[in-house]
């Protein structure tokens, strides 16, 4: 069986997929991917985040076109067959896949790299065939188009040598390799290629300049297919009991398609509704270390965005450019962003960033304890003596924390805007997100709670914060009371709630607070 044409890799792992459980139907893609073969838009890159199902899209077009394993059975189930193109190109092509993370057994050099891609394919192409095989041809090209037959290229994980640093000196000449295999080539049908970093441009442009892009930043087509939205989520979990699609939604929702539809993280859906537990699977692979790496090229300018998203408070910005394979790294903060939305770290959609979903605030929680922040680092580290001093109604301690941070360096925290004292005390319970669903600005009684905290555990009580600049925490208390911001806890039968009034004097410059119990 040869090794990258026609071989059965792609065909027997789609086979698995589309039986299992879980799986979800993407396969409209392929009509869409049909309107590009033979055409000059034949050449199609489109990246993504780890995880965010490439591979399983990639897999499911090589089982779709290939001629040598017939798949109708699988695909006459699926939303393609009711589509006119289904049946024109279902089966009809030979297909050379490359992974392009195959490093060669002997030898590590680029020259190494490229003769084992080379190599396998001669090697395929003289199987298929034999004619050919006493031919002396000058080069890969030249081979392929003696064959006088057409294929479609299928290329995963393109970014392989960028994203790993490998061969550093030859990454052009990697980009110049596959434009002169592929470009204005009559063999090629169909160029799939897929990876997560864009592919670099030069100041002529791009080598791959007749691949048509389609990226985290500039999506308008093929978005939907990476990720699930909020409708396939929600069929996702009528398959399984123990989820529901808001926990499901908490913990993993929040990226948008280029027309604002929900986008949820699918790597971390499917194993969370597997294992009947929402908790973090995608940052298991490194994200951490990714999250501090990008903040600390530029910690000072970047800072107080953090804090602001942290909050929940999208962060405007305009990002042109995109951060592209064999780029160095990020140097100002529209770099650090661009980076940080092309591995999925961020959301970005109508010039607002934004942290995703929990399981990426976690990681955003865990890196502002990192000693670069400072005194944001030493009060986040510390947060949770603040929750306990609520608890506890030691209003002295929530003072002194308080204070601490306001006296910081940061100056989002200076209580500049409407925002900052809000943010202070979301930094000084950050802690109590794993305790506590915190709500900001809640609609509950006869007005808007600026904090409630409903409990996640039943022996936890209710929280409830009231903010005043140039007021008094008994003012505070007293409108708590008054409007009733204790409905939503009642009704969800949280019987014992905790009520603050956290106040801040603008002239002397002091905290106040005062708790009870409602």
Same mark, same amino acid.
Not at 68 to 89: E, G, M, N, R, W
Not at 103 to 112: A, E, I, M, R, V
């Given at each position: ?56 899209? +990639? ?68 199987? +298929? ?70 592919? %670099? ?160 605030? +976690? ?5 502002? %304890? ?89 022996? +936890? ?58």
């Amino acid at each position: 069986m040869a090794v990258y044409i026609n071989s059965n890799t792609a065909y027997k792992d789609f086979q698995m997929l589309s039986s299992d459980k879980f799986f979800v139907d993407k396969s409209l893609i392929i009509d869409k991917v049909n309107e590009r073969i033979h055409t000059k838009n034949r050449c199609l890159c489109i990246t993504k985040p780890r995880r965010f199902g490439k591979t399983s899209v +990639l897999n499911m077009l090589g089982a779709y076109y290939g001629k040598s394993y017939p798949s109708s059975a699988i695909f006459d189930q699926l939303k393609i067959s009711h589509c006119k193109s289904y049946t024109v190109h279902l089966n009809q092509y030979n297909i050379i896949n490359l992974n392009m993370n195959c490093l060669p057994d002997n030898g590590n050099s680029y020259s190494d790299y490229t003769a084992l891609i080379k190599g396998t394919i001669e090697d395929d192409i003289e199987a +298929l065939y034999p004619e050919l095989k006493r031919a002396s041809f000058r080069s890969l090209p030249d081979l392929l188009t003696a064959t006088k037959d057409e294929f479609i290229f299928f290329i995963d994980e393109w970014d392989y040598i960028f994203s790993h640093d490998l061969y550093r000196e030859n990454h052009s000449d990697f980009l110049e390799f596959l434009r002169y295999l592929l470009k204005d080539r009559p063999y090629v049908a169909l160029a799939y290629m897929t990876g997560v970093l864009p592919i %670099k441009k030069y100041s002529t442009g791009s080598a791959l300049n007749m691949f048509d892009e389609y990226t985290m930043l500039n999506d308008s087509l093929f978005d939907e297919y990476f990720g699930f939205t909020e409708e396939e989520a929600a069929a996702l979990c009528t398959r399984q009991s123990n989820l529901s699609l808001q926990e499901i939604a908490e913990w993993y929702n929040g990226y948008l398609a280029d027309d604002g539809r929900k986008i949820y993280n699918p790597r971390s859906v499917i194993l969370a509704l597997i294992n009947g537990k929402c908790r973090s699977y995608w940052t298991k692979t490194g994200k951490l270390d990714e999250v501090l790496f990008f903040l600390k090229y530029n910690i000072g300018d970047v800072r107080d965005d953090v804090i602001k998203m942290v909050n929940h408070i999208p962060v405007r910005l305009e990002i042109l450019d995109e951060y592209t394979a064999g780029q160095k790294s990020p140097s100002n903060r529209e770099e650090i962003y661009a980076a940080m939305i092309i591995y999925g770290l961020l959301s970005y959609h109508d010039g607002e960033l934004r942290i995703p979903n929990k399981e990426l605030m +976690l990681e955003f929680q865990k890196a502002l %304890k990192d000693d670069d922040f400072g005194a944001v680092a030493k009060l986040v580290r510390n947060s949770d003596e603040v929750l306990n001093a609520t608890l506890d109604q030691r209003a002295d301690i929530v003072v002194a924390y308080l204070h601490d941070i306001h006296n910081s360096e940061i100056p989002i925290l200076k209580y500049n805007d409407e925002n900052s004292l809000a943010c202070v005390v979301t930094l000084a319970y950050l802690s109590a997100r794993n305790k506590y669903r915190i709500e900001r600005e809640e609609k509950s009684g006869k007005g808007f709670a600026d904090f409630i905290f409903y409990p996640r555990k039943s022996h +936890l009580p209710g929280i409830i914060l009231e903010l005043k600049a140039d007021g008094t925490p008994e003012e505070a208390i007293r409108q708590i009371r008054d409007k009733e911001y204790h409905e939503k806890l009642k009704k969800v039968s949280v019987e014992k709630i905790v009520i603050a009034g956290i106040c801040y004097d603008r002239a002397s410059k002091e905290h106040q607070c005062r708790i009870e119990i409602l």
